[in-house]
């Protein structure tokens, strides 16, 4: 019986120990799926949070954008700017994240060029997938990098483009030029990519660095903005004007020269032209601004943003992402600060040498260059924020800074018009992002934000030339892709404008959409003294906080250019004269049929004597000075 007893207490005992084991495994698997759970819930979470921050990035460019425009146009550039994210979200939706991701974050699926799958986003799990790339929250944060880019053309053809145009240019990059470049890139199966080199990458098992965006934002977004700004003109190059009887009020006539070039309205300074030619010299125009502390609130908007832009990249904090996260958040922080100095010690010492060669008026410490030259070393560093140490992200910032203002000055040079300076930022400073991830990317950092080995390291930290000639491979494509698309969109639009502005009076591209049987430029007859008076606007000059002087060139084909206090002033006190004598009204239609006022016949009246003055001539009911007033025109 005792026997009998024991051995039904052992089994009795077994059962109890498999039971307890049995739970304990359950547990364990229950642990894991929700500690799983967790892990997603996080990831998803920061994707959504950082987006957040991207997408108020939008509010940043319009600041700046507003801030930098003359007030004719404010009403242009807030229409384009809420347009944008209210059409890349419904581009991305049907077709922009399935070029880009379609098909899922492997190297098995999609080819090698472009997705194609997950259209009106088909099929994507809803956020309970272990591959993030399917997630909501992802196709969120990558639809406002797009966003982000196609925002870049607005401020480089501002004053110029007109909303038709945009919206069509905004259409074809989130549909097409963007997400081809994403998928190279930033998907697992594009053939740039560095997060599958372990399935053959472009060379040897090495892939673009490219971590958030410096090439697929910055270089793509960039280039179209320099293509769109080239093809604009700069402004006050083209003025097309409306037929007799097709407009609700008659327009201002300026008068026009082969050579181009606006002196404009000398008592006005919102009718200068950006460049214009006096003796067979170009000369640059300062136009006024429309308030300078919008674009000091849109740039520390833009940095803010650029924490969700850079940091949010990991796509998740768990499995030691948070490391990654880190090292682009203070890498975020130095490159900017230190290119904010360089862009602006750059700017004086350029400054000082056009005063030397060419005696042109020497600048103070420019504001706008230092709030530049933070959003150069912020683009800069986007691509190589989590594999670069901090010392590198400083350098980077100081080339970032230098690169912006050199080539901000080319531009000038080739009488390129950006008012916000989108492409000198934008594209050189992206550019040469792409490049510093070929001199400074450290190994081990590498592997710990890619999770590869063997994939190439910087130039500068003993990794030999493969990364960096990679690199430079995969900035160039995507500058060369996007400029060919950027032409093609904008092309056609520049070409109908041409053809049908002679005609008709017809215009798609440019802002002035006024035809006359002609395409004018605006102009004067070159006389053999001129004289552009001095303005005084609000501006960011340093020496007189709060006014800002434009150029004032006096006598230039015998004195050169004088300094900025120089030349005449124009009295405000004596703006309103009396009514037009018989000379004056006289002189106005000599004008008219492109003639020039006599020495100092009309000028004298307003308390300034400039020898052969351009006048313009205004609508008598409107006071039109020949700007389109885009409140009045409508879109």
């Known amino acids: 019986m005792n026997g009998m007893s024991s051995s039904s207490s052992y089994e009795s005992e077994n059962v109890t120990v498999e039971y307890l084991q049995n739970q304990i495994k359950l547990l364990t698997v229950q642990l894991e799926s929700t500690s799983s759970q967790l892990g997603q819930a996080v990831d998803n979470g920061w994707l959504f949070v950082a987006g957040a921050f991207v997408f108020l990035m939008q509010l940043g460019f319009t600041l700046v954008e507003v801030g930098s425009v003359r007030k004719h146009f404010i009403r242009n550039i807030l229409f384009k700017n809420v347009l944008n994210p209210c059409v890349t979200i419904i581009t991305w939706w049907i077709c922009g994240y399935a070029f880009s991701f379609g098909g899922g974050h492997s190297p098995s699926n999609g080819n090698r060029f472009i997705g194609n799958e997950n259209f009106f986003w088909i099929d994507c799990p809803k956020n309970n997938n272990f591959d993030i790339t399917q997630t909501?929250?992802?196709?969120?944060?990558?639809w406002v990098f797009c966003c982000t880019s196609c925002s870049i053309v607005s401020g480089a053809a501002a004053e110029r483009m007109k909303f038709p145009a945009y919206l069509l240019g905004t259409i074809f990059m989130s549909c097409w030029t963007y997400p081809v470049v994403a998928h190279w890139i930033f998907s697992y199966s594009g053939w740039l990519s560095s997060f599958g080199p372990a399935y053959g990458g472009i060379w040897e098992g090495t892939g673009l660095i490219d971590f958030a965006g410096s090439a697929v934002v910055h270089i793509c977004g960039g280039t179209t903005a320099l293509i769109a700004a080239i093809l604009a003109g700069y402004r006050g190059k083209y003025n097309f004007r409306k037929k007799e009887g097709r407009t609700k009020s008659s327009r201002s006539l300026m008068t026009t020269t082969e050579e181009g070039g606006n002196l404009g309205n000398q008592?006005?300074?919102?009718?200068?032209?950006?460049?214009?030619?006096?003796?067979?010299?170009?000369?640059?125009?300062?136009?006024?601004?429309?308030?300078?502390?919008?674009?000091?609130?849109?740039?520390?908007?833009?940095?803010?943003?650029?924490?969700?832009?850079?940091?949010?990249?990991?796509?998740?904090?768990?499995?030691?992402k948070y490391n990654v996260s880190g090292r682009a958040a203070v890498n975020t922080t130095l490159s900017p600060a230190a290119s904010a100095f360089a862009a602006l010690i750059t700017g004086r010492i350029i400054s000082k040498i056009k005063y030397i060669i060419t005696k042109e008026p020497e600048a103070g410490w420019s504001l706008s260059d230092m709030l530049n030259g933070i959003l150069a070393g912020l683009v800069g560093v986007t691509g190589s924020c989590a594999v670069v140490d901090t010392w590198a992200a400083v350098v980077i910032g100081i080339v970032s800074g230098f690169v912006f203002k050199c080539i901000s000055e080319?531009?000038?040079?080739?009488?390129?018009?950006?008012?916000?300076?989108?492409?000198?930022v934008h594209l050189g400073a992206g550019f040469w992002g792409c490049i510093a991830a070929g001199l400074f990317a450290d190994n081990s950092f590498i592997f710990e934000t890619y999770g590869v080995t063997g994939a190439g390291y910087g130039l500068f930290v003993g990794g030999g030339g493969r990364r960096l000639a990679v690199q430079l491979l995969g900035a160039v494509t995507v500058a060369s892709w996007s400029t060919f698309f950027a032409f093609a969109s904008y092309g056609p639009l520049v070409a109908f404008d041409f053809w049908t502005g002679k005609t008709f009076g017809w215009t798609l591209f440019f802002e002035r959409g006024y035809g006359e049987g002609e395409i004018l430029t605006f102009g004067v007859e070159q006389q053999k003294e001129t004289m552009v008076s001095a303005f005084i606007i609000p501006g960011m000059g340093a020496d007189a906080p709060g006014e800002r002087e434009l150029s004032t060139f006096h006598n230039i084909n015998n004195d050169g250019m004088n300094g900025a206090t120089g030349g005449d002033t124009y009295d405000e006190s004596e703006e309103e004269s009396s009514e037009p004598t018989e000379s004056e009204d006289e002189t106005d239609t000599e004008v008219e049929r492109g003639g020039t006022a006599k020495k100092g016949e009309k000028d004298e009246k307003k308390g300034m004597t400039k020898p052969g003055s351009p006048i313009v001539v205004q609508d008598e009911e409107t006071d039109d000075i020949g700007l389109d007033d885009t409140e009045s025109e409508g879109y």
Do not use: C, H
Request: proline share 5%; charged share 15%; aromatic share 22%.
């Open 410 to 424: 080319l531009f000038l040079k080739f009488r390129i018009d950006d008012p916000v300076d989108a492409a000198a």
């Open 136 to 142: 909501y929250a992802f196709i969120f944060f990558q």
């Open 267 to 320: 008592d006005d300074a919102s009718t200068l032209a950006r460049f214009a030619r006096i003796d067979g010299r170009w000369i640059v125009n300062e136009l006024p601004a429309y308030e300078p502390t919008f674009v000091v609130a849109g740039t520390m908007m833009l940095w803010y943003g650029w924490y969700g832009f850079n940091p949010g990249s990991s796509a998740g904090l768990t499995n030691y």
